[in-house]
């Protein structure tokens, strides 16, 4: 069958690059189950350089948000996967694709999109670890996953640094911005160590990852934060010794490459969005967590979480990385 010629299954993830992770063992679950068929996935466009290393995925369509349709005839798409969530915005977008089968989880007051055929989803439940929701999902349809199936490949792009310690400042709110001075200790402690320490982010991290760096004593060569592109982020992460970061892309990057990490949880809890067994400790306090993602200020929950407790994890994940993992 010619590429032109393959019906295409279309999946659509217009989300971050933690959220792209997650969905990658369904990914791999769809790729078995319909091999003859081109993947392509609807994504942010920023996020070309990560999807590239997903061997499930053919191409990527560049889609930004939920605001607009997507630019495919209606019609022309054989199936559409909703692996984006479950609320009118994502529903609608792949109903107005009028795909031959739908995969979405089951929402029985919705009306069905004409010449759909109707397949009845699994439920939606909260508070599910995310990596379950979406191989459970695609599960339903017949195409069988393993939720801790995370591996993608390793870029090709030469990082800057390899063997290090990444610590990573960056976070999209505010609620996951666990603070400069504690970063700043575990950075200067490890350092102490006789280990290479870089600070990573993108530009909005820079004047973070710059306090990091100064208060810890690290050249000014070792902030990588707004200096390197995705791709290099990646390879970065996937030669790092250890990885400490908010829950953010970069712990689910670490996850990927089985690289040991320490990942400080603050609104979202672990048991949506912690990592597969492997060398990675989870630092949290449920108790006080607060659970606003969108919020200015840290979470409690990440505030609860000292640079003593993070120093403690890194050293146990990188003296027995096969045997660690889970919450702490």
């Not at 089951?106 to 004409?114: G, I, S, T, W």
């Not at 390197?228 to 670490?254: K, N, P, S, W």
């Amino acid at each position: 069958m010619t590429r032109r010629h393959r019906p295409v299954l279309l999946a659509l993830r217009t989300l971050k690059l933690g959220d792209l992770l997650v969905a990658v063992p369904a990914l791999r679950a769809l790729r078995r189950a319909h091999r003859d068929h081109r993947i392509v996935l609807a994504a942010p466009g920023w996020l070309s350089p990560i999807v590239r290393l997903v061997d499930a995925v053919d191409e990527l369509l560049p889609t930004p948000g939920l605001d607009d349709p997507l630019p495919i005839e209606p019609g022309s798409v054989d199936i559409a996967v909703n692996l984006h969530g479950n609320g009118p915005e994502s529903r609608d977008i792949i109903a107005a694709l009028r795909p031959r089968r739908r995969y979405a989880h089951r929402l029985p007051d919705d009306p069905e999109p004409a010449g759909a055929e109707v397949e009845p989803g699994p439920e939606w439940i909260d508070g599910m670890l995310e990596r379950e929701r979406w191989v459970r999902l695609v599960s339903a349809f017949g195409a069988d996953g393993d939720p801790d199936e995370v591996r993608i490949a390793v870029p090709e792009a030469v990082p800057p640094v390899t063997g290090a310690v990444v610590v990573h400042v960056g976070a999209f709110y505010g609620s996951r911005q666990w603070p400069v001075e504690r970063f700043a200790e575990v950075a200067r402690a490890l350092r102490a160590e006789g280990r290479r320490v870089v600070v990573t982010g993108d530009e909005r991290d820079e004047p973070r990852a710059a306090a990091v760096a100064a208060a810890a004593g690290l050249p000014e060569e070792d902030v990588l934060a707004g200096r390197i592109g995705l791709a290099e982020f990646a390879a970065v992460i996937a030669r790092a010794q250890l990885v400490v970061t908010a829950d953010t892309g970069a712990g689910h990057l670490a996850s990927a490459y089985g690289v040991p990490s320490v990942v400080i949880f603050g609104p979202a809890p672990p048991e949506e969005w912690g990592p597969p067994p492997g060398p990675h400790a989870v630092l949290t306090d449920a108790s006080v967590r607060r659970g606003d993602a969108f919020a200015a200020d840290p979470d409690p929950a990440l505030l609860a979480v000292t640079a003593a407790d993070v120093l403690g994890a890194a050293r146990e994940v990188m003296r027995a990385p096969a045997e660690l993992g889970g919450t702490r």
